[in-house]
């Protein structure tokens, strides 16, 4: 009497996809910069998946399309699409600094607004440093963009997953500046700077990985001229603040304009 064997049950082309997708993305963020998108292999995501040959292609078989260059388009549109933006750590920064020391003039609320900028920078580094595929999946999708591929698929994932960060951070970006009674200089808006700060982002996740020494500075920007150490997102978010924001004339009542010519003038 022959052996029974247990067939395992067939899958759906959707199923296999999903399989395949996963095995694809966990490449990616193993990978990160250092094979970048081309270490994504269908051949090894099929190894991982268990899902046959046939099959895998069939998937990602599309008209004149390399399935190869398919699967790996899917796989970083995947990995942006099933990315989660994290925009807690400005609450938590907002609520350090309430009813804090600084004090509520132009200087004092620029000092403030500066000790904001350098906590959010170092809240969000510790953040991607410690969620790796954020980071991994941020920084492909940065060199993907300057590498301007003409891949439709990676040009759509480049495109979602800065749709998706600028929903989450422009109005938080919006509220800062309102809380510190400023408005932008002549042609500059908070989608330009949402886009500039993401941009500041990409290319600090692109060094994070293989550049440690890109992470810190100290700079004496404390009380009484103390050291403090900043990260480089936050010089680079510093700068970009000082360039497009100005005193709004017509600011509330309630609120005092940040002085943040007060930055180099110190």
């Not at 995947?78 to 020391?101: C, P, R």
């Not at 301007?148 to 500046?177: C, G, K, M, N, W």
Request: aromatic share 6%.
């Amino acid at each position: 009497m022959g052996r029974s064997v247990d067939k395992q049950p067939r899958l759906s082309l959707q199923e296999t996809r999903d399989r395949l997708l996963c095995a694809g993305r966990d490449m990616l963020l193993e990978f990160g910069l250092e094979n970048g998108i081309r270490g994504i292999s269908l051949a090894e995501a099929i190894e991982r998946s268990g899902v046959s040959r046939t099959s895998a292609y069939r998937v990602f078989t599309d008209g004149d399309v390399d399935p190869q260059e398919n699967f790996r388009g899917q796989v970083v549109l995947h990995a942006v699409e099933t990315m989660e933006v994290d925009s807690s750590m400005v609450a938590v920064v907002f609520a350090q600094l309430s009813g804090s020391q600084f004090d509520n003039t132009p200087v004092g609320q620029a000092m403030e607004m500066r000790e904001l900028i350098r906590r959010w920078s170092a809240a969000a580094l510790e953040s991607n440093l410690a969620n790796t595929p954020l980071r991994a999946v941020e920084a492909i999708m940065h060199v993907v963009a300057l590498s301007q591929s003409s891949d439709p698929q990676i040009v759509d994932a480049v495109r979602l997953s800065l749709a998706r960060s600028h929903e989450v951070f422009l109005p938080l970006y919006q509220l800062t500046i309102e809380r510190y009674g400023l408005r932008f200089r002549p042609g500059f808006n908070v989608s330009y700077l949402t886009a500039l700060l993401s941009g500041v982002a990409g290319m600090a996740m692109t060094e994070w990985p293989v550049r440690e020494e890109t992470r810190e500075v100290v700079r004496p920007t404390g009380p009484g001229g103390s050291d403090q150490v900043w990260t480089a997102t936050g010089v680079l978010a510093e700068s970009v603040a000082l360039l497009v924001l100005e005193p709004d004339p017509d600011a509330s009542d309630d609120v005092v304009s940040a002085d943040l010519s007060s930055w180099i003038s110190a």
